[in-house]
């Protein structure tokens, strides 16, 4: 079974750091990107951050800008977010996606593009 897994949600206090790590089977398809998309409560579900697995390029929401960096650790075969000067306004439900190996199109930031879905991890950040 194909699959996605989150880790390293949690509660800080404003201004504090998180490192979520996405793995799971997926990964082992060589996707075409993998990304990270949040949904807070009443929210709609809104990209993050994302990043092609050939070339590495990355992609970010404006308002995350220069706070997170998307990585690959390739010996660990993870992807991951890592979350600096966090906000109240970034507490959700982070999600882990991945897209296709097939995939030709240039979208990386709508939901509709990713075929694969992680359960999501929660990051509370507390003013």
């Known amino acids: 079974q194909v699959q996605l897994v989150e880790s390293g949600g949690g509660l800080v206090q404003a201004g504090g750091s998180l490192r979520l790590s996405c793995a799971g089977s997926?990964?082992?398809?060589?996707?075409?990107?993998i990304g990270w998309f949040r949904q807070a409560s009443g929210k709609e579900r809104e990209f993050v951050a994302a990043i092609r697995w050939s070339g590495g390029s990355t992609y970010y929401a404006d308002s995350v800008k220069g706070r997170f960096t998307i990585l690959r650790e390739n010996a660990k075969n993870t992807v991951n977010l890592q979350m600096n000067n966090l906000k109240p306004e970034d507490t959700a439900v982070y999600y882990c996606?991945?897209?296709?190996?097939?995939?030709?199109?240039?979208?990386?930031?709508?939901?509709?593009?990713?075929?694969?879905w992680g359960q999501g991890t929660q990051v509370t950040v507390s003013s």
């Open positions: 997926v990964l082992i398809l060589r996707p075409t990107a």
């Open positions: 996606a991945a897209v296709r190996p097939s995939y030709i199109g240039g979208d990386y930031y709508s939901t509709g593009t990713y075929d694969y």
